[in-house]
């Protein structure tokens, strides 16, 4: 169950020190509450949560009820490392639907494939890097069935300006594992591209996962976060 008091009055004024500094739209939960768990450090560096593992929530949605379905129409799987199976980069998820059955959900979608199973799932919007403007932060999770490692992709990728933009993903994140042996790779995300350039230019490879992320020498917290909105706090 959750614990609900006020918490604005606290953050008011720094009373209360490390609250967030920048409020986060949370679509799923559920899966907010493991990027949070596998990569809180990064998250509390980027100010979206504060030292306790909390969050300042914001409820509005940006006017979008299916998010499912315009990610699967049209966010290029290009950052992918093979993952994706036979595709050429630029197309959508949806040119992989001949490979394998589809499922939809207001707020992703699964593809299962003869090699692989994709998950994917829009987490949350929020001002990633800083520059005033929101991204949308996604999650894909590659499973491939032949018991080789598992590839969790966190994306940002930038709300589209029209109905008809095509979407491109900055890797943000990768959790890779290997069983019960996993590792967390980072990247400095001081830009996020937009549909017209190559999310994934490379600077350097950092063990064959994705170019320009660097290893997490410090091991993720296993601990679950607290929730905190703008006008109460969730303790988990």
Known sequence: MFRMRLAALLCLGGLLFGCATRPVVVVEKDQFIRMARQMRHELQARGL??????????FSLAGFSDYGETLFRRLSPA????????VF??????ALQP?????HWPNGFSIDQPARKLTLNMIAIADWNNDGQDEWIVSCLAEPKNGGRTRTYYLLVPPPRHEREPLKGTVAAVYECFGLACNL???DSK?????AADPLAPPTVVQDVVPGL??????????APAARSG??????
Not at 214 to 223: E, G, I
């Open 49 to 58: 949560l504060d030292n306790d593992g909390s969050y300042l929530a914001s």
């Open 79 to 86: 950052f992918m490392l093979g993952d994706a199976g036979d």
């Open 89 to 94: 980069p630029g197309e959508s998820f949806a």
């Open 99 to 103: 490979q394998g059955r589809v499922k």
């Open 185 to 187: 790779y980072v990247r």
């Open 191 to 195: 830009v996020i591209e937009r549909a």
């Open 214 to 223: 660097q290893p997490v020498t410090a091991p993720p917290s296993k601990k």
């Open 231 to 236: 006008i109460e706090e969730r303790n988990l």
